[in-house]
């Protein structure tokens, strides 16, 4: 079976081909390919009921899809802590690249989450605050396409060593899509540099990985890119990825 196989028969049978029978194969013969060869292939095997994600610590992932799918869906998940430097960079993604994002809100504002479970329950419950305000609403903003598309990468942490570059995501039932999954951090570095991609200037003050603002702090020099995420809370993952 080829990838044009697999292509065909999922959009001869999409209303009743279960997605699970194409993500094997398709991890095979996408592994070791190049991120937009496997951003192409998504691109034609899922049309519009594909969307990329992304948090907004740099417009990599944006600049990759929107190259190969112009217009695309991104979804952006505003819980309600960003920095200003994070809100920043999505608007101005806005503005440059060739794609659609929508804002993906929790349930509850800051405020009515406060006055329901009590302030700052990142403190209290990093779990159940990333839970409901990065969790759930993702889930509920992927259910109308097929695949999304994720930035994440084998070298970032242990739990993600084993990412394939097409996986089945048994937890919302649909394909998820790791395109840069092999890359390194010098390879970021430099298709960032060589293509002039947008990035959170947070970067440039020690914040090798930015999320909400309560639960980010600097790194120092020699330390974890990732250490500065909910440091001292025991916590490594949002929930999203895993």
């Given at each position: 079976m080829t990838l044009v196989d697999i292509e065909v028969g999922l959009r001869e049978q999409r209303g009743t081909l279960d997605l699970q029978d194409i993500v094997e194969s398709a991890a095979t013969f996408l592994e070791g390919a190049p991120a937009r060869e496997?951003?192409?292939?998504?691109?034609?095997?899922?049309?519009?009921?594909?969307?990329?994600?992304?948090?907004?610590?740099?417009?990599?992932?944006?600049?990759?899809?929107?190259?190969?799918?112009?217009?695309?869906?991104?979804?952006?998940?505003?819980?309600?802590?960003?920095?200003?430097?994070?809100i920043g960079t999505r608007d101005a993604v806005r503005q440059v690249y060739d794609v659609n994002v929508i804002d993906v809100k929790p349930s509850r504002t800051v405020a009515e989450q406060d006055r329901d479970l009590g302030p700052r329950l990142f403190g209290r419950n990093p779990d159940l605050c990333c839970y409901l305000r990065k969790v759930e609403p993702l889930n509920r903003a992927l259910e109308?396409?097929?695949?999304?598309?994720?930035?994440?990468?084998?070298?970032?942490?242990?739990?993600?060593?084993?990412?394939?570059?097409?996986?089945?995501?048994?937890?919302?039932?649909?394909?998820?899509?790791?395109?840069?999954?092999?890359?390194?951090?010098?390879?970021?570095?430099?298709?960032?540099?060589?293509?002039?991609?947008?990035?959170?200037?947070?970067?440039?003050?020690?914040?090798?990985?930015?999320?909400c603002a309560p639960c980010t702090r600097q790194v120092a020099e020699g330390e974890d890119p990732r250490s500065g995420r909910w440091a001292g809370l025991g916590k490594v993952e949002c929930g999203i990825h895993l």
């Open positions: 496997i951003i192409r292939w998504a691109a034609a095997t899922f049309g519009d009921r594909l969307c990329l994600t992304s948090s907004m610590s740099d417009a990599l992932l944006i600049d990759l899809v929107s190259r190969v799918k112009p217009g695309v869906d991104v979804l952006f998940i505003d819980t309600g802590y960003h920095f200003a430097e994070t109308p396409y097929l695949a999304w598309i994720s930035g994440i990468r084998r070298d970032e942490s242990s739990s993600r060593t084993s990412t394939k570059v097409v996986e089945w995501d048994a937890k919302r039932q649909m394909v998820k899509v790791n395109p840069i999954a092999a890359w390194t951090q010098e390879d970021v570095d430099n298709y960032i540099a060589d293509n002039g991609v947008l990035i959170n200037p947070l970067h440039y003050d020690n914040y090798p990985s930015i999320g």
